[in-house]
């Protein structure tokens, strides 16, 4: 029993040495990424950053779907989204204001709007498999927009570095951030019920937090680099492939039926910090303290009622 407690801790350990480690690097090559483009960090977070982080959410609401569990892709997506802004945003704003590239606020808008119409979409309690479509395709909309308009070949060519090997870099970093999240969660249930904290407890805080740790470590990394851009377009991009690529997936694979506590309680919530961040943007293009302070509050009010 003993070497088995010495194991758990050490992969617990290891775990946590890949998730800090793997972060460093990855915001690292996120910034060496953006150069060798030439364009934002913010757009590269946006979208590269995003993607490194959210595709092993992809998977697994895909075969959640296919197994017939699509409403955990939906529950999973939406109670991201929102862990996202208020938690993690609220989270990084307190450790320092987040002056940010004045593209956010648009893109943040952007997160809005989809949401807004995933929103519209649930109001029969279903999501179709057309309707699933509709949102990958905005979603392939929305990168043709960001290329057309931000990214062009010779500015590509023009980079400085060895870009193919930074996207490597920072795709194989996100990847080991993942895994790093994947073994510190894993370990510390086993910790806590060897401890004989409750399982209930143990789902609230360990599991909960588990899903959107790799975006967690990425954006605080980015924070105490004071590279803010990549903080906030990690989130925002992570959001809008939470609302059109993991419920979008999810349900061609199989009509989602939505939980009407989704529908009435969790989707409204969203999109109140969603906003609550849109504005604080377009009024001096950070997110502040204080405006951290209310996100976590909001999200303190959303674990109150779900769970008493």
């Known amino acids: 029993m003993a070497v088995e407690y010495i194991i758990t801790f050490g992969i617990f350990a290891l775990g946590l040495v890949m998730l800090i480690k793997g972060s460093d690097l990855f915001v690292e090559a996120a910034t060496r990424v953006a150069k060798g483009f030439g364009v934002s960090e913010f757009i590269i977070a946006l979208v590269l950053a995003s993607i490194a982080t959210t595709l092993p959410e992809v998977t ?8 017939g569990a699509s409403g955990i892709a939906l529950g999973n997506a939406i109670g991201s989204a929102l862990a996202n802004i208020a938690l993690i945003l609220g989270l990084s704003a307190l450790i320092m204001p987040l002056d940010v590239h004045r593209i956010a606020w648009e893109n943040t808008l952007f997160m809005i709007g989809v949401t807004l119409y995933a ?11 057309i309707e699933g479509l509709s949102l990958v395709l905005m979603y392939l909309g929305f990168l043709y927009y960001l290329y057309k308009k931000h990214v062009t070949l010779e500015e590509a060519k023009e980079g400085k570095g060895h870009l193919k090997k930074d996207i490597a870099i920072l795709f194989a970093s996100g990847l080991v951030v993942v895994l790093g999240a994947r073994l510190v969660v894993d370990s510390a249930v086993k910790i806590a019920t060897a401890f004989g904290i409750p399982e209930v407890i143990i789902g609230l805080t360990l599991v909960s937090v588990g899903t959107s740790l ?12 004071k590279i803010p851009n990549i903080s906030v377009g990690n989130i925002v ?57 209310v996100l976590l509050a909001l999200y303190a009010y959303f674990l109150y009622v779900s769970f008493t």
């Open 60 to 67: 697994t609401s895909a075969i959640a779907a296919y197994q």
């Open 214 to 225: 790799p975006e967690m470590a990425n954006s605080i990394a980015a924070t105490l680099k």
């Open 237 to 293: 991009g992570a959001n809008i492939l939470n609302i059109l690529i993991v419920i979008g997936v999810a349900a061609l694979i199989r009509p989602i039926n939505v939980n009407p506590d989704i529908y009435s309680f969790t989707m409204p919530l969203t999109l109140v910090v969603m906003a609550i961040l849109a504005v604080s943007l377009k009024l001096n293009n950070r997110v502040g303290r204080k405006t951290g302070v």
């Open 119 to 129: 929103w519209v979409l649930m109001r029969d309690l279903v999501i179709s498999r």
